[in-house]
């Protein structure tokens, strides 16, 4: 309160005096253009942070060389088709170790190789010649190996489409345990053709849906001979389709800027034909005891598999 009297006398004589009149009218003049430039200021600020652009998602070439080193674990429920009461069933869950590559041919083509090996004692469900029932064990060693090409067919923002064809072994020594059993080797041929698409939901994260049909033909060994007058004796697989659908979940640079985590769960279903009827060798293969066949036969496998991916 005791500084009015001294803000009335200068507000009197600035108004009687023109040289501070001149000075006032200065600061008010001033004074608009100065929020004016702060105005344009803010605005300015607030329209850059709305238009900023987003960071696009970055897509590992698809092409880029890799190597793969894996484990992992599948159910085998394999049966033949075969008139009651026969049987044949096999059921276990198998052990596999893994490797794989992936090598560029040129811009548009890469070559894949993979060989897999697994190993188990499964319970064998069947019967013998006469149809009584019988239950054992088998020792079961598989060996896989495939190549296949690739191309790739489209290409987005945040993924790209492949398709594949290639040629696959699969060797399956079948060695039934007990009384009645016996060795036998099946020689499976393979042509797989299929489609993979690769989003990437992240720089660091990718699902990969894979789906392939699978042509089957080969020939199975059958180790006779431990029965008295009979030989060992090859027969014929019957040409069949089968299918395979896997979803491998990459998640990239994991453990370093070439280290990538792989997890593939799957399902693939292996279909044999009924094969053609041959004779039957005899022991030293001097004649034939009879006529046989192998039968048409499907083995379902749920599995999953965990590999570490190198970038080459």
Known sequence: MQFRPLLGFLFLAALCSPTWAEDSETAELETPSETVSETVTEESTTTET?????????????????????????????????????????TGLMKMLGVSGSFPLNETLVMQLLAEGSTTTTLYD?????????????????IRTQIAVKRLLA???????????GLGFR??????????????????YTLPVGVQYRHFFTDHFSVGPDLSARLLWGSVTAYLSKFSG???????????????????????????DNLSLVVT????????????????????????????????????????????????
């Open 171 to 188: 060797l399956w020594k079948r060695d039934i345990q007990g009384a009645g059993g016996y060795l036998e080797d099946y020689h499976m």
């Open 265 to 312: 769960p799957y399902y693939e279903l292996i279909r044999i034909g009924t094969g053609e009827t041959v004779a039957l060798n005899s022991s030293g293969g001097r004649g034939t005891v009879g006529f046989g066949r192998e039968p048409a036969s499907d083995t379902h496998q749920f599995g999953i598999n965990a590999s570490v991916s190198i970038g080459l």
């Open 230 to 256: 009979m030989g060992d004796t090859i027969l014929p697989l019957g040409e069949a389709i089968g299918f395979r659908v896997a979803v491998p979940v990459t998640f990239w640079s994991l453990f370093a």
């Open 155 to 165: 290409e987005t923002s945040s993924g790209d489409l492949q398709g594949y064809a």
């Open 50 to 90: 709305v238009d900023a652009p987003s960071t696009p998602v970055t897509v590992q070439a698809w092409n880029a060389p890799q190597l793969e080193i894996g484990a992992g674990t599948y159910t085998f429920n394999y049966k033949e088709e075969v008139p009651p009461p026969f049987k044949s069933t096999e």
């Open 126 to 142: 069947g019967t013998y010649q006469n149809g009584a029932p019988i239950q054992s064990d088998t020792n079961n060693h598989v």
